[in-house]
């Protein structure tokens, strides 16, 4: 098994966490660095000379980068799976381990698996976020009722997800043109269009920074993004509305929480009028049908 690695600008302590912990539990790891310099590799050769990295000419995105890695990974010899991973994340000792026996355990089932991915937690929150699963006009928040809880779910986050390579090859990569963010959304909803089911693993555990510090709502911690991020989240929100193919339940319960979200954080997310600016240029983008890296004046 090859676990790919996202990097970009990282911080190298992080980055050192998270290769002790999962090289490991895997066959091979390669950091696919997304434009940072040479520094990134002569950091690696020097503090993991077993780690491969890939080094990108220029920033073209998580998805350029996670599909790139797959085909690194196939040219090596991998024919089973690989396991996604983001620059900040810290999986337990025994995450692969647990996501492989539940994805063994629900193939030899019969089930059409998608992928397995990793329960998270962040330190910054109090709670660890639920796995999400939409059941008519509702988006269910799924808590792990116990440590052995496998949850059937719409999709997961790329990071701690583990994907069969057969699956990768029918479905196919992550969608390239929509740069950061809904990248996991869209493929997991794409892999469910091929008939493959998504599942969270309760007892697969990591560590993950989501965003910037979250802020803190009565006795919520709601995830914050930059002004940046919010431009994606807002425009690829829309391009896949416009897709024939997502669910039009799917679309109608996120537009209301992209509209709930819009109005959120154009009130609470500071500096407000750079997150409203960008959040709106998103939705107009998405309206438009623009995709690709944002091009800054």
Same mark, same amino acid.
């Given at each position: 098994? &090859?676990? !790919?690695?996202?990097?970009?600008?990282?911080?190298?302590?992080?980055?050192?966490r998270?290769? &002790?912990?999962?090289?490991?539990?895997?066959?091979?790891?390669?950091?696919?660095?997304?434009g940072?310099?040479?520094e *990134?590799? &002569?950091?690696?050769?020097?503090?993991?000379?077993?780690v491969?990295?890939?080094?990108?000419?220029?920033?073209?995105?998580?998805a350029?980068?996670?599909?790139?890695g797959?085909?690194w990974?196939?040219?090596?010899?991998a024919t089973?799976?690989?396991? $996604?991973?983001?620059q900040? +994340?810290?999986?337990?000792l025994d995450?692969?381990?647990?996501l492989?026996?539940?994805?063994?355990? #629900?193939?030899d089932d019969?089930h /059409?698996v998608a992928? *397995?991915?990793?329960r998270?937690?962040?330190?910054?929150?109090?709670?660890?976020?639920?796995f999400?699963?939409l059941h008519?006009l509702r988006l269910?928040?799924?808590?792990?009722? &116990?440590?052995?809880s *496998? #949850?059937?779910?719409?999709?997961?986050?790329?990071s701690?997800? $583990?994907? /069969?390579?057969p699956v $990768?090859?029918q479905?196919?990569?992550?969608?390239?043109?929509?740069? !950061?963010?809904?990248?996991?959304?869209e493929w997991?909803?794409?892999?469910?269009?091929?008939?493959?089911? +998504?599942?969270g693993v309760?007892?697969?555990?990591?560590?993950?920074n989501?965003?910037?510090?979250p !802020?803190k709502?009565?006795e919520?911690? !709601?995830?914050?993004?930059s002004?940046?991020r919010?431009?994606?989240h807002?425009?690829?929100?829309?391009?896949?509305?416009?897709? +024939?193919?997502?669910?039009l339940?799917w679309?109608? *319960?996120?537009g209301w929480?992209?509209?709930?979200?819009?109005?959120?954080?154009?009130?609470f997310?500071k500096?407000r009028?750079a997150h409203?600016?960008?959040?709106?240029?998103?939705?107009?983008h998405? $309206?438009?049908?623009? +995709?690709g890296?944002l091009?800054?004046?």
């Amino acid at each position: 098994m &090859t676990a !790919i690695v996202v990097s970009y600008q990282p911080e190298f302590a992080a980055l050192a966490r998270l290769l &002790t912990a999962v090289s490991p539990q895997v066959g091979r790891v390669v950091v696919v660095d997304n434009g940072s310099g040479a520094e *990134v590799d &002569t950091w690696l050769r020097g503090h993991f000379p077993g780690v491969e990295c890939l080094r990108l000419k220029q920033n073209y995105g998580i998805a350029y980068a996670q599909n790139r890695g797959i085909e690194w990974a196939a040219q090596q010899g991998a024919t089973s799976r690989v396991l $996604l991973l983001d620059q900040d +994340s810290e999986p337990e000792l025994d995450m692969v381990a647990a996501l492989l026996a539940v994805l063994q355990r #629900l193939v030899d089932d019969g089930h /059409p698996v998608a992928c *397995v991915g990793a329960r998270y937690t962040d330190d910054r929150q109090d709670n660890p976020p639920p796995f999400l699963r939409l059941h008519g006009l509702r988006l269910e928040r799924c808590p792990c009722l &116990t440590p052995d809880s *496998v #949850l059937a779910v719409e999709y997961l986050i790329a990071s701690g997800c $583990l994907i /069969p390579l057969p699956v $990768l090859e029918q479905v196919g990569g992550m969608r390239e043109d929509l740069f !950061i963010d809904y990248v996991d959304i869209e493929w997991g909803l794409r892999a469910k269009r091929f008939g493959y089911q +998504s599942f969270g693993v309760c007892r697969a555990r990591m560590k993950h920074n989501l965003g910037c510090d979250p !802020i803190k709502f009565g006795e919520r911690y !709601i995830p914050l993004h930059s002004p940046l991020r919010h431009y994606y989240h807002f425009r690829n929100a829309v391009l896949l509305y416009r897709e +024939s193919w997502v669910p039009l339940n799917w679309k109608l *319960v996120d537009g209301w929480r992209l509209l709930l979200k819009y109005g959120f954080y154009g009130i609470f997310a500071k500096p407000r009028l750079a997150h409203w600016r960008l959040m709106t240029l998103g939705l107009w983008h998405g $309206l438009r049908g623009k +995709s690709g890296k944002l091009e800054r004046d």
